[in-house]
């Protein structure tokens, strides 16, 4: 049997999203994303929401449960990315999710400008890996409205990454919820 995390509100609330045990997934845990989405509000309504580093897209699926009208998952692994898919066709939501099978920074370098488009954006690289700072540099170049970044605890970003500004961190043991927006300064420092 694979492990399953549930939806936590919203139109889905109490569905079940699996996470095959084949796949090196870390879903973030229910009450990372209860406290998550709380801190965002209404902000997630209608919000176009991209998903970075999606793994099981338990983040972008919690999104959808409550109201974004969109979440592009973007993921490396194919396998995965079908399953997300898969899931998706589950819950009825195809036709608010968008599959984008690409390593994250280069789909970031090719696609930077239309990151600015979207209102919200997730990430969560492997807690081990240097990709996030690659990433939120890249990020960092044509920020969206609000980038929320889950990382290990040990890990502190600095208050200013290209044009985001660090606005917000909120620790739950070994995860910390940073948030980040483009900073109101015409000149990063």
Request: aromatic fraction near 6%; proline fraction near 5%.
């Amino acid at each position: 049997m694979s492990p399953t995390t549930r939806i936590t509100a919203g139109e889905w609330r109490g569905r079940v999203i699996d996470t095959p045990r084949t796949m090196s997934i870390r879903p973030t845990r229910s009450l990372v994303r209860e406290t998550l989405f709380n801190i965002l509000g209404e902000r997630v309504v209608g919000a176009s929401v991209l998903d970075l580093y999606a793994g099981a897209g338990t983040v972008g699926f919690e999104a959808l449960s409550r109201g974004a009208a969109s979440v592009a998952f973007v993921e490396r692994n194919e396998a995965v990315l079908r399953f997300i898919a898969a899931t998706a066709e589950r819950l009825g939501a195809t036709d608010r999710s968008r599959m984008v099978r690409a390593e994250v920074q280069a789909w970031l370098r090719r696609e930077g400008e239309v990151v600015e488009t979207f209102g919200i954006a997730f990430v969560d690289a492997p807690y081990q890996d240097a990709d996030l700072d690659r990433s939120l540099a890249l990020l960092g170049k044509h920020p969206p409205s609000l980038v929320v970044c889950e990382h290990h605890s040990k890990r502190h970003l600095p208050g200013r990454i290209g044009r985001l500004d660090r606005v917000r961190e909120v620790r739950h043991g070994l995860t910390t919820l940073t948030f980040l927006q483009p900073s109101t300064d015409e000149f990063p420092t």
